[in-house]
């Protein structure tokens, strides 16, 4: 007769048990926490070996990240922020919210990077993407973008990373000559959306020839759709490259946990994952190396960075040369 007791104390058990396991709480962009995006493998994968339960808490784009902790503060749930790039390193580094990570181990980026604070989980460069069938020619440079009637959509640089990738990609390659480049690109943005989400959309949809991405965007295409149609310009300035970091806030609830997960991030388990769902290059090459498809996409003969320093000091400029040439 023991038998409906000792079943109702398991299911009481089972509860109390999983309550008790530690929460990471992980602050990242939401298309990484999408169904199509790293997310989900992610958290399968770290949860297999963590014994806790991982957590994602997403907002709108990359640059909206640092705008979430700077509100939050010493407050916040989170033990890790994911998906800010260097654009926005040191401006996220001079809050003071960020410990030093003291993961060791290099990357296989194409350039040398090493930050005390955050650790690379992938990189790409920036591109416009176009649809071969629909635009046969498609300009070769910014100057070559500006003179055409072609028409393309961009992010807004003060919510994304993307956008304000394209500010330092453009101020990389034209220095004081920014501000022309802007005033000659003005009439081909349709629309600036918030999120690089909305704009890709606003591309598939039809509505402009191009559309502010990555080199390894047409590789979705073809390995998830099996189509070749989508390209990305090469231009003759070279592309502006993109890191994005992962990094342990000072005030983190799980510190131990979060160590742990720093160091799955250059995982085989975890780096395996990035090309197929984030479709970026990982950080580390996986042992198999990089799946089919990655080898049609197009190769920047230069590669344009600010280091983060850099970064920060050109943003305000830039930013406010953008805004000029857009309101005229």
Request: include cysteine; charged fraction near 15%.
């Amino acid at each position: 007769m023991r038998t409906l007791p000792l079943a109702l104390a398991c299911i009481t058990l089972a509860p109390m048990a999983e309550a008790q396991m530690p929460v990471l709480n992980v602050l990242t962009y939401d298309s990484f926490t999408s169904e199509w995006g790293p997310g989900p493998a992610v958290e399968v994968a770290f949860e297999a070996v963590c014994a806790c339960d991982l957590v994602f808490s997403a907002v709108g784009d990359g640059a909206e990240l640092l705008a979430r902790l700077q509100l939050e503060g010493p407050n916040s749930e989170a033990s890790v922020v994911l998906g800010l790039d260097t654009g926005l390193t040191a401006q996220a580094a001079a809050t003071g919210l960020f410990a030093p990570h003291g993961q060791a181990g290099g990357n296989d980026l194409p350039v040398p990077f090493a930050d005390p604070l955050f650790l690379p989980y992938d990189w790409g460069w920036f591109a416009f993407v176009y649809d071969k069938a629909k635009l046969p020619t498609p300009p070769k440079s910014f100057e070559d973008l500006a003179g055409s009637d072609v028409k393309i959509v961009i992010q807004d640089p003060r919510s994304s990373t993307p956008g304000l990738g394209l500010l330092l990609w453009v101020k990389a390659a034209y220095g004081d000559r920014a501000p022309e480049i802007w005033a000659a690109l003005a009439d081909n943005i349709i629309t600036v959306t918030p999120g690089w989400s909305e704009a890709y959309g606003m591309f598939m949809a039809g509505e402009a020839d191009m559309v502010l991405s990555y080199t390894t965007s047409p590789a979705y295409h073809v390995i998830a759709e099996g189509d070749d149609s989508k390209a990305a310009a090469p231009f003759a300035e070279g592309h502006y490259m993109q890191v994005e970091v992962a990094g342990k806030l000072t005030h983190a609830p799980q510190p131990a946990l979060a160590d742990q997960f720093l160091a799955f991030m250059g995982s085989e388990a975890f780096q395996a994952i990035i090309p197929t769902t984030n479709w970026m290059y990982p950080a580390h090459t996986p042992a198999a190396g990089l799946p089919d498809g990655f080898d049609q996409l197009i190769t920047p003969a230069t590669s344009l960075l600010m280091t983060a320093d850099e970064a920060q000091s050109a943003r305000r400029p830039a930013l406010d040369e953008w805004l000029t040439a857009l309101s005229r």
